[in-house]
């Protein structure tokens, strides 16, 4: 339907991010669609990142002592984010120790012991 400066709503012709959201859409409940609309900026594996990050967040709100899931789903998030930005071994060090720290920091909190040194 046309607005008042006769344009049609909606992302421009060839544009692909109205697939990427119904793709992911079936798999995600509204607010991490919302949650995932604001993480996607950039096209290529940076929507998964997005993703990965979203159901990770997700995952500990709503289920805190799955800790496989926690950990496949952060190892899958390291693994994106090194093929991203192509890192180094000792720059994928760091990256694992960074995200460790981040779920004790979330975890210890929550008073999740399997995550705690």
């Given at each position: 339907?046309?607005?008042?400066?006769?344009?049609?709503r909606g992302?421009?012709?060839?544009?692909?991010?109205?697939?990427k959201?119904?793709?992911?859409?079936?798999v995600?409940?509204?607010?991490?669609?919302?949650?995932?609309?604001?993480?996607?900026?950039?096209?290529?594996?940076?929507?998964?990142?997005?993703?990965?990050?979203?159901?990770?967040?997700s995952?500990?709100?709503?289920?805190?002592?799955?800790?496989?899931?926690?950990?496949?789903?952060t190892?899958?998030?390291?693994?994106?984010v090194k093929?991203r930005?192509?890192?180094?071994?000792?720059?994928?060090?760091?990256?694992?120790?960074?995200?460790?720290n981040v779920l004790?920091?979330?975890?210890?909190p929550?008073g999740?012991?399997?995550?705690?040194?």
């Amino acid at each position: 339907m046309p607005t008042k400066a006769g344009r049609k709503r909606g992302a421009p012709r060839g544009n692909e991010s109205a697939k990427k959201s119904d793709f992911y859409s079936k798999v995600l409940d509204e607010a991490e669609r919302l949650d995932f609309e604001l993480a996607a900026g950039v096209d290529g594996i940076d929507d998964e990142i997005a993703l990965i990050r979203v159901k990770i967040k997700s995952i500990l709100e709503k289920d805190p002592e799955n800790i496989s899931l926690i950990m496949q789903a952060t190892s899958a998030l390291e693994r994106l984010v090194k093929t991203r930005f192509n890192i180094t071994k000792e720059q994928r060090k760091g990256l694992k120790e960074a995200i460790g720290n981040v779920l004790r920091d979330i975890a210890v909190p929550l008073g999740i012991a399997a995550i705690q040194k």
